[in-house]
């Protein structure tokens, strides 16, 4: 959509600063982060190449990774370019003057015409759908107001429900899994190694899970409700029992070493144990509920959502045209109820239709669906607290720099192993690793993955903040006026004449239209919320409606506007034109002079009476019906 500008300005901030600000110090952080490393080569080069390539490549990667949040919080900062044509419309706006804001953000409107025309007809919202799978009916059981958040914040909090209900399934799968074990149920080889490996494999499991959910909060276009339904509990039941069983019996036959010599070879090499990470993993989990969940219950606090409308409906009598009627609704009434001379939106164009009949009579009817153009609005007890949108805002910012900072770790891991098996093979032991130093390899590949997994956990809490206090900082709310016109009725031509005496020196003659008209006008006064974005495209994204008040001042206004203008037509042409008057007066005083000439020189002979009567009975043998 076009930026266009107009000096009177809809007031509307930049909602993006805080958080841009905070975006910043972030980035320069990894900046000065990744040029330490590569200040480190030139020493480390001349002492150990492995090293000197490690700090290179972690130098780089962090002065990226802060260019390119630093960038990011810098472009939150700037000037926010808001036009005339913001928010989206509801449906397609079908306004002459906003063709080109109309097509472009045609792809994002919520609802059509018909929709909006069945909400204001039927007091209902059609934006407030019934939840989608069973955590989703869970979470709306346990909280009912969050039916009434904007699709993006309900589909928050079901990604937030469901990874809690993944991950709690998850743990008691892997409870069972630990008693089939230890009970020895799986074989005596699966209590020494599969463990470890379930372990492994129940970290990678939550870790996909983890990512998943960032990824799904940032779709913060998507206008439909995301299902949330979570993994059969009979089906993860059977897995668990079955799955120990068959990879114990199965390691009793693929491992050749006896009980005593696995459990040796165990002990002096090491497994990777995944606790640590599986700590971590609900370290971040724990951040993320803390920062999200509070936002989350402000923003349903206070939500009392209402479909409450104002109606008029009248039959009404009155001498005057249906097109003008239409004409001076649209031209005049709702023209005066532009928010700062914005063009209404028009859902459902006035096009009324005059059938007309023999003897001048017919019928007509019209409907118009219009939007005032949206005004920013606070509703009260529902909006997400100052405090509650930077503290995510912080923690994912954290997050971030954790998990680069085990990123850092699990690069200087592997150049340690590197370095390892390069010195272990040129220098000792001509190109054969002993026992010694495989053990210690061991140890430095248990550590690396640790901080590979727990880079990886913190990654993924970072982006899940990010996107979520990014909805919140965007959150904006509007609200404005919804109208519905639809008149109906019948109209009959009648033609009348004035001036018609023999001593007038004027003459009007009239074509009255009586009409029987049957408004019914339907307006409300709507609440919507957006979720604005930085860039380009800030403030076209979808817009939703929330709820709808009762509109019975505006609707008197309108109605006394409209009875005002019936009240003050003219049905009898007449002259307003001050040079129109002048000369009609001056052939008034012309005729009077003609008819006092003539009535002295016909004094006594013929009265005015006797005048008129003979000029009426002239006009009447004539065949010259006059008109009353």
């Known amino acids: 959509m076009a930026y266009d500008f107009g000096s009177q300005t809809l007031g509307i901030k930049n909602p993006f600063k805080t958080e841009g600000k905070l975006r910043s110090v972030t980035g320069a952080v990894l900046i000065i982060g990744g040029v330490i490393p590569l200040l480190m080569v030139a020493g480390a080069l001349k002492a150990n190449p492995v090293y000197a390539y490690a700090y290179a490549i972690l130098g780089f990667v962090l002065l990226a990774a ?25 449906a397609y706006n079908r306004s002459r003057s906003e063709h080109d804001a109309a097509q472009a953000e045609q792809r ?117 409700l995301q299902k949330a339904s979570g993994v059969s509990v009979p089906l993860l039941i059977a897995l668990s029992i079955l799955i120990p069983v068959v990879v114990g019996f199965g390691l009793d036959s693929v491992i ?21 990470n599986l700590a971590i993993l609900g370290f971040t989990m724990v951040l993320v509920v803390a920062g999200v969940l509070p936002g989350l219950l402000s923003r349903m606090h206070g939500v009392t959502p209402q479909t409450e409308v104002s109606e008029y409906r009248e039959n009404l009598q009155e001498s005057v045209h249906p097109n003008e009627i239409f004409i001076n609704l649209e031209n005049i009434v709702l023209a005066n109820r532009r928010y ?29 669906l219009i939007e005032t153009q949206p005004r920013l609005a606070q509703e009260k007890g529902s909006e997400i607290k100052t405090a509650q949108k930077i503290l995510p805002s912080i923690l994912a910012q954290a997050c971030v720099l954790l ?14 192993a590197i370095s390892l098996v390069r010195d272990a093979t040129l220098r000792f032991t001509g190109g054969n690793l002993s026992e010694a130093h495989i053990i210690a390899l061991f140890s430095i590949i248990s550590s690396a993955l640790m901080y590979c997994f727990a880079w990886m956990a913190f990654s993924a809490a970072g982006n899940i903040l990010n996107n979520a206090s990014h909805l919140f900082w965007g959150e904006m709310k509007f609200e404005s006026m919804l109208m519905y016109v639809k008149a109906e009725g019948t109209f009959n031509e ?58 019975d001042d505006e609707l008197k206004g309108i109605v006394g ?68």
């Open 66 to 90: 802060g260019c390119r949040h630093l960038g990011v919080g810098i472009f939150q900062l700037f000037r926010y370019f808001v036009g005339r044509s913001v928010p989206t419309s509801l």
């Open 108 to 224: 994002v409107v919520l609802y059509d015409d018909k929709q909006l025309h069945a909400m204001l007809m039927g007091r209902k919202n059609a934006t407030f759908l019934e939840p989608l799978g069973w955590i989703a009916r869970l979470l709306h059981s346990v909280f009912p107001k969050l039916t009434f958040l904007p699709h993006p914040l309900r589909n928050l909090a079901q990604e937030m429900g469901s990874l809690a209900i993944s991950f709690t399934a998850a743990l008691i799968s892997f409870l069972i899994v630990t008693f089939i074990v230890s009970t020895g149920l799986a074989g005596e080889k699966a209590q020494l190694l599969a463990m470890p490996v379930l372990s492994l494999a129940l970290l990678i499991y939550l870790l996909k899970l983890w990512f998943s959910a960032g990824t799904a909060i940032s779709s913060r276009k998507n206008t439909q």
């Open 256 to 276: 050749p070493m006896s009980t005593e010599e696995l459990a040796a070879t165990i002990e002096k090499y090491g497994v990777f144990s995944a606790w640590k």
């Open 340 to 368: 700062k001379e914005i063009p209404n939106r028009i859902y459902r164009e006035l096009d009324p239709k005059l059938k007309e009949q023999t003897d001048g009579k017919g019928s007509f009817d019209g409907e118009l």
């Open 403 to 416: 998990g680069y900072l085990f990123l850092s770790l699990l690069v200087l891991e592997v150049a340690d």
């Open 494 to 551: 009648s033609k009348f004449s004035t001036g018609m005496s023999i001593h007038d020196s004027t003459r009007s003659e009239n074509v009255l239209v009586k009409s029987s008209i049957t408004p019914w006008i339907i307006t409300t006064r709507i609440y919507s919320s957006i979720f604005a974005t930085s860039g380009v495209n800030n403030l076209e994204t979808p817009r939703f409606l929330m709820g709808m008040t009762k509109n």
């Open 561 to 628: 506007e409209i009875k005002d203008f019936l009240k003050k037509r003219e049905s009898i042409a007449s002259i307003t034109n001050e040079a129109d008057l002048q000369s009609a007066s001056v052939i008034h005083q012309v005729n009077q002079q003609t008819r006092a000439h003539s009535s002295d020189a016909n004094q006594g002979k013929i009265t005015l009476k006797e005048d008129e009567d003979a000029a009426g009975y002239l006009r009447n043998n004539s065949g010259e019906e006059p008109n009353a």
